[in-house]
């Protein structure tokens, strides 16, 4: 190795320090939706689902920005409530049980071959995950055309909305 290669390796581990105290990594422990601006209802960019990986870059009034790669790897960066980032390792967010709703109880099945789970109640909110044809879920509340479920994937719980017309009472 030359003087200046040494250097430049010497320069670089000493930035390390610096940049890991600028921008730190963190993992969700609940799904958000990434949205344009630190505030409610501005643009949605993407949904975040638990346990990905992002970098906050800073954090104001509750809200965090962060940056991430998307799933078709484009980078985005923008804003998620700062309660939703967890210690990487962190236990994944699980969602309380209701009242009178065992861990094992389902109400309600899937009729539908797959069905996408979303964010919030509707079309415009992001795909956090998928259920299949009779996969089991508890109906939590129903709003207009949309139905909040609990379930299991990957022996964790998980909640999300779903079209209500793609379910059935057990």
């Known amino acids: 190795m030359n003087k200046i290669t040494g250097l430049l390796c010497a320069l670089c581990l000493a930035a390390l320090p610096v940049l890991a105290h600028a921008i730190d990594s963190f993992s969700m422990k609940q799904a958000s939706a990434v949205q344009a601006q630190p505030e409610k209802g501005s643009a949605v960019l993407e949904q975040l689902r638990i346990g990905q990986v992002v970098l906050k870059i800073k954090q104001q009034n509750g809200w965090a920005q962060v940056f991430f790669m998307n799933d078709i790897d484009e980078p985005v ?14 236990t994944a967010y699980e969602p309380a049980v209701p009242d009178g709703v065992g861990e094992d109880v389902y109400n309600s099945r899937v009729t539908a071959n797959s069905l ?16 299949v044809n009779n996969q089991q879920v508890v109906r939590l509340k129903t709003e207009a055309a949309w139905s909040q479920v609990r379930f299991k994937a990957d022996d964790t719980w998980q909640e ?5 017309k793609y379910l059935a009472a057990n």
């Open 77 to 90: 960066k923008g804003w998620v409530p700062a309660a939703a980032l967890g210690v990487i390792g962190e």
């Open 116 to 131: 996408r789970v979303r964010a919030g109640a509707g079309t415009n909110f992001g795909v956090v995950g998928r259920l």
């Open 160 to 164: 999300g909305w779903v079209a209500s």
